[in-house]
């Protein structure tokens, strides 16, 4: 057994989780509910496609975040102005 820092955000934030030898991305998601939310280990985000490829180790810091989704309306200009309108 071996232990990685996970971080939950929204959620309970950051603590221990043992993991098995061998454990990949995909079996920490499930074991841990985190279905939905993105992946980032040790700084760079893991697509999900690589999930059951990806093995956990030792030490690793595991983000799981809330996917964060753009919205057109509030979006940066598409005038080619600097925000906030005036100049």
Do not use: C, W
């Amino acid at each position: 057994m071996s232990t990685i820092t996970l971080i939950v955000i929204p959620g309970p934030g950051a603590r221990s989780v043992n993991i098995s030898d061998n454990m990949t991305i995909g079996q920490l998601v499930a074991q841990e509910a985190l279905h939905g939310r993105d992946i980032i280990v040790n700084g760079s985000g893991v697509q999900p496609a690589a999930y059951n490829d990806t093995l956990l180790t030792s030490g690793m810091e595991v983000f799981a975040t809330g996917s964060v989704k753009g919205n057109v309306k509030n979006g940066p200009s598409t005038t080619g102005r600097s925000s906030g309108g005036r100049k």
